[in-house]
Structures are given as C-alpha cells and as structure tokens.
C-alpha cells in the first residue's frame, strides 16, 4: 500500500524567510510525487509535481521541491515567504495503485 | 476557459436519506476521480471515472456510486447516509495521457459541503 507522511501538523516562518515543508513516501515502483495547496473553504490548487527526471522541480508561486529518492523524500520549499503563502499543504503520491494518495496536511502560517 | 465545477455548493440531509453531487470537468479533459476531505484530514480516494467506467476504486463501501457521462461530467451518488459521511467532497479531473497515466496532473473543483444530522 502506498502512503505518505508530513510530520509537521503547523509549520510558522516569518515573511521574507525560507520556508520547508516537509514530505516523505512509501510506495511500490516509481513514484508520481505531487503537491497541493489549500485556501480557506476551497479546492485543491496544483503546486508541481515529480515525475521523472531532474530531482529539483519548480512550480507556481514560485515555490519548489526536491525528490530524494534515498531518503524517500519530497520536500517542499521557497527561498523567500510571503503572507500570502499561509495555507494548508498537502503532499500526495501516485504509486503502482494508479490512485492519489494524500498527506494529512501541513498549515503554514507566514508571520508578518 | 471555465476550470472545474461542482453543484451544489453546500447540502445539508438527514441520516438514511440519499444524495448526488455533479462534477463538470475542465475542458478537454477526460477523466473524474472523487475524494471525501473530512474535517482536519487529508482528501480520501473514492473512485476514477474513464470513458465511462469505474476505472479504479478505493476503499469506500458501495453506498457510494457513480456515473459518468458521454461529456466526460460525472456524479456521485451515496446511500443511505451516515453522519460519518459528513465532509468535503472534491472532484478533480485530468485528462488521461496513455497507460499507465499516473502522472497526469489532476484539477480539484471547489468542493461540494455535505452536512448529515
């Protein structure tokens, strides 16, 4: 079975700082890596994803994330937060089972 | 270009009674998967729709069913409803791009609130 871990419930950054959120898999076979971001009383918006290839992958917003396949990892990061970016996070992968398997979420709150 | 949208927005039902969500995907894409997002948890896999058959499952009793049409819409029918059934209910949609199609980026509509007393 496939799945996977944030172990940080509440991540806090102040405005201008690097932020990390942090996301480790299990899964069969090679792994389909992905990252959501959540609002307030609202869908799920696409960050990026992993797929094959280079281990540094950037997305929307300006934020990135690195695959680490030794360490079964799939990190989420941005050299420099934003207020705006407070939200809840939702690392996921897609493994041999074809279907999306969530996180339990990150809320990142950025401080002014 | 409109992304994806859900109806009803909010539902409020009483326990035993049964519902149905509708899903419009984004344009061009071909492909539905449902997920229930209970209160401080993650999104739960229901099921995908592909050309319209169920094309995987997850661990979800058969209360819950669904159906998608030849415009690629879909719905999601739950019986008998529980309170446990209260949650979010998210539809998401992708276009399939060739076996085995894990990697298809899949586009979550707003939601549809369900609330059972």
């Known amino acids: 079975a496939q799945s996977v871990a944030q172990p940080e419930d509440q991540v806090n950054v102040a405005e201008g700082n690097p932020l990390t959120v942090k996301c480790t898999y299990s899964?069969?076979?090679?792994?389909?890596l992905f990252w959501y971001v959540q609002y307030p009383n609202r869908g799920l918006q696409f960050l990026l994803k992993?797929?094959?290839?280079?281990?540094l992958v950037k997305g929307s917003y300006g934020f990135e994330a690195e695959f680490n396949k030794s360490q079964t990892s799939f990190h989420l990061k941005k050299p420099s937060a934003l207020v705006s970016d407070s939200a809840l996070y939702f690392c996921?992968?897609?493994?041999?089972?074809?279907?999306?398997?969530f996180g339990s979420g990150t809320q990142l709150t950025v401080l002014p | 270009d409109a992304g994806v949208t859900q109806s009803p927005t909010h539902l409020i039902k009483t326990r035993g009674q049964q519902v149905t969500l509708r899903c419009s995907p984004k344009s061009g894409h071909d492909t539905v998967s449902w997920y229930q997002q209970a209160l401080g948890q993650g999104p739960q896999f229901i099921f995908q729709y592909y050309e319209e058959e169920e094309r995987q499952r997850g661990n979800f009793p058969d209360r819950f069913s669904g159906h998608q049409f030849p415009n690629y819409s879909s719905e999601l029918n739950v019986n008998a409803l529980l309170l446990g059934d209260s949650a979010l209910y998210l539809c998401a949609s992708s276009l399939t791009s060739g076996a085995p199609g894990r990697g298809d980026t899949q586009y979550f509509g707003p939601g549809t609130r369900l609330t059972v007393l």
């Open positions: 996921a992968v897609v493994g041999s089972a074809r279907q999306l398997t």
């Open positions: 992993y797929i094959t290839g280079d281990n």
């Open positions: 899964v069969s076979g090679n792994p389909y």
